[in-house]
């Protein structure tokens, strides 16, 4: 638990460092259009349950044209675990980085704080689980019509729930911008 919230906070700290620069005019500015709705399905690996698919749905937010912060719920399935997390995650788009190739769709790398809880099931014994995730992670985004985009990612959670559910997740899912 220690190590994964030290990573978690130490992430979260290198995310912030980025150069974002919010103006108050830029805040003054703020309208709907800068939200979009984000959903997806993901499969994870967990190291002492069962590996199973997922689901996210949430809100997020443009800070800047290269980081992106999404507010989500997460619901995982498997045969011996049933959890649900609420995250903040945070992508940055380092693909204007890479002057060689202007075409490339979006590349970013991401970072993400949650908290998790649920239940274990083992042979009908049942414990309930919670603990603070940390997630790392890179992935691809490509537009697919005006204001919808395709999302991709792969990732590592680290998550001490009382027990170790860490493992690595693949997701895919679509973001509309209003």
Known sequence: MKKSLLAGILILAIIFVLPVTLNAQEVNDFDLS??????GISYTTFNEADDGPGIYLGAGLEATPELFAVAQY??????????????GTFSYDYSGLLDF?????????????????????????SEDVSGMGVRLGTGVAQEIAEDLDFRASLGYRLLDADRDLSGFEVS????YSF
């Open 74 to 87: 997460e619901r995982y399935f498997t045969s011996n675990l049933s959890l649900n997390g609420i995250a």
């Open 172 to 175: 895919g899912g679509i973001s």
């Open 34 to 39: 800068d939200l979009s709705a984000v959903a």
């Open 101 to 125: 190739a202007p075409d490339l769709p979006e590349l970013f790398i991401l970072g993400g704080l949650g908290y998790y809880f649920g239940e274990y099931d083992d042979n009908n014994d």
